[in-house]
């Protein structure tokens, strides 16, 4: 290095420090583009010019630096996700945007909050018609939540056409069949409409761009915060609840009615709006917690796993098929896939394999073994079952779950030798998300008649 | 010239992956062989490079890794991967059939320059 190299470098240190304030760009980064700088001057300097003339000139080929940070944020947009949110109000500044926001969040939770009022009007009651709130719980509150995310990004008319048609035709389909009374297919519907419906919101979520993975990863996290969310603000109400009855009983007035024909089925539903703009919003304030309990918890299911197989190794006890064993199992998956995923959401798609994935290979290998020892178990005796609709309804959810974590483990386990990117793992649990939904609307819809509504 | 930003979007991907095909090779050689090749038309920002190499590690169609330059600094070298020979095949089809229909048009008729 010449002699005048000593302020130039401080202006390199400087450049890189300016880098190394944008949440998008990082060290790794900065450090590749700090290389291109000094490449760039090192050339230009042996064409005869001055170490000054060379920074000055490699740095206005950089580029803008504004526009290059959004560049990384566009193509890094999970590094983004911490300061989304904080961004729009900091530049518009005068805060309407927000005053808005919260105007329309409001209404739209009041309107999901008396949207279960509303049957009662024609006769409906919370105690007594209990299957047919069970059947359109979804309804009453995920339309008002696409329509938030239809307004909030802007749908296109068309696309709004459609979400709405979906969600009559969920509406028809809950509500036409002359179910039996207590009848299990009722409850397979009551349960599967909102596999189907919340498709429908992250249509409105992604503002209609479906087909983009990076914003359907968005939804996902999006999902496994607005849960904690959810979680977070029924913890509370359920305090507010408490102490409304408390507060009621000390003057000896009854106060059962208020809670539980007002305060919790409008709170319950008025909170998932709620919850949604706050994922929406405040997305910076807390950090992205679901990722977080996938740490937590996957080290400690893969020793529950372990620990499962060497009982049933060492004591030789079979798994006992009872009535609920293929939901339990059914559970299970599903909890496996969850920590795939989120785990596969917040993961830094650059790194090399760790000790982590191989956890999480290992959490995927034991679980498929377990789940394949239980369906051995019930293949064994299921002429002596029959086929009932909840039976069906669960080996088909197991089979659909079984086939994501088979090919996740043969994609990981190529990933971990190096065989393949990690990005093929994220693409292969996005794609497969709507084979949920599909499989739910078959459930919804041909499950009742089928089965004969019984 | 000052191609169109859609422009310079789109032909960033095959031009990237046709240099890594010729051999492995980083950030400021690759801009440095596209001006070359271009008799120097084809000016990129330099940084915008980084975040399409960035893409395109992520779809699996080149690989990174680190090393040292001859200068002993960390440098990040990229080479093509399998997928990324089989997409760099595909884009040159894509590109030879918006090439030769333009040049079907500018032989038609007689455009002024």
């Known amino acids: ?151 909030k990004r802007g749908l296109a008319v068309m696309t709004c056409v459609w979400l709405g048609l979906a969600f009559a035709c969920a509406a028809v389909f809950a509500n036409v069949f002359p179910f039996a009374t207590r009848s299990d297919t009722e409850m397979l519907s009551a349960l599967h409409l909102p596999i189907i419906l919340w498709l429908v919101v992250g249509v409105a979520y992604v503002g209609g761009r479906w087909f983009a993975a990076e914003r359907r990863m968005d939804f996902v996290r999006f999902s496994g915060e607005l849960f904690i969310y959810y979680v977070l603000i029924a913890l509370g109400g359920g305090v507010f609840t ?41 997305q910076s304030v807390i950090e992205n917690m679901a990722p977080v309990l996938t740490r937590l918890f996957t080290p400690l299911f893969t020793i529950l796993l372990l620990a499962f197989m060497a009982t049933m190794a060492w004591t030789g006890s079979p798994i006992n098929v009872k009535r609920e064993v293929l939901i339990a199992f059914d559970l299970l998956l599903v909890l496996v896939v969850g920590l795939v995923f989120y785990a596969a959401s917040a993961r830094d798609r650059q790194k090399p394999p760790d000790l982590f994935d191989g956890l999480q290979l290992l959490l995927v290998v034991f679980a ?18 029959g086929f009932t609709p909840n039976r069906v309804a669960a080996l088909g959810e197991n089979l659909i779950l079984l086939i994501n974590l088979a ?35 078959f459930v919804v819809v041909f499950f009742p008649p089928v089965f004969g509504y019984r | 010239m000052e191609l169109g930003k859609d422009l310079v979007a ?23 062989r596209v001006t070359d090749l271009s008799g120097g038309h084809l000016q990129w920002t330099d940084g915008m490079l980084y975040p399409v190499l960035h893409r395109l590690e992520r779809q699996g169609l080149v690989a990174a890794k680190w090393g040292t330059s001859e200068s002993g600094r960390k440098r990040k070298y990229y080479r093509i991967t399998k997928g990324g020979r089989t997409q760099l095949a595909f884009q040159r089809e894509q590109w030879q059939v918006v090439d030769s229909t333009l040049r079907g048009i500018w032989m038609m008729k007689a455009y002024p320059t």
């Open chain 1, 1 to 151: 290095m010449t002699a005048d190299s000593s302020p130039l470098e401080e202006q390199i240190l400087q450049w890189r420090q300016y880098l190394r304030r944008r949440r998008a760009i990082h060290a790794p980064d900065v450090e590749e583009l700090e290389g291109h700088l000094r490449d760039q001057m090192a050339m230009l300097t042996e064409a005869g010019l001055s170490g000054d003339e060379a920074f000055l000139i490699a740095i206005k080929r950089m580029g803008n630096l504004d526009a290059l940070s959004r560049e990384f944020a566009h193509e890094h947009s999970e590094r983004l996700w911490k300061q989304l949110g904080m961004v729009p109000e900091a530049v518009d500044g005068s805060g309407k945007a927000t005053r808005t926001e919260t105007l329309v969040v409001f209404c739209l939770a009041v309107a999901a909050a008396v949207a279960i009022k509303v049957p009662v009007l024609f006769g409906l009651q919370l105690d007594g018609d209990e299957a047919f709130y069970a059947r359109n719980a979804s309804l009453f509150v995920l339309p008002p939540l696409a329509v938030y995310f239809a307004w």
């Open chain 1, 407 to 441: 090919w996740s483990a043969w994609v990981y386990a190529r990933f971990l030798r190096g065989r393949s990117s990690f990005a093929n793992l994220e693409q292969w649990q996005i794609a497969y998300l709507p084979v949920y939904s599909v499989w739910a609307m």
């Open chain 1, 368 to 385: 498929l073994v377990v789940d394949a020892l239980a369906l051995l178990a019930i293949a064994a005796r299921i002429s002596e079952f």
């Open chain 2, 10 to 32: 789109a032909s960033a991907t095959p031009l990237v992956l046709a240099i890594l095909a010729e051999g492995d090779s980083y950030g400021y050689a690759i801009i440095k």
């Open chain 1, 242 to 282: 408490a102490v409304t009855m408390m507060l009621f009983n000390a003057i000896d007035i009854k106060a059962d009615w208020l809670a539980g024909d007002w305060l919790i089925p409008c709170g319950a539903m008025g909170a998932v709006i709620v919850g949604s703009w706050l994922v929406e919003a405040k």
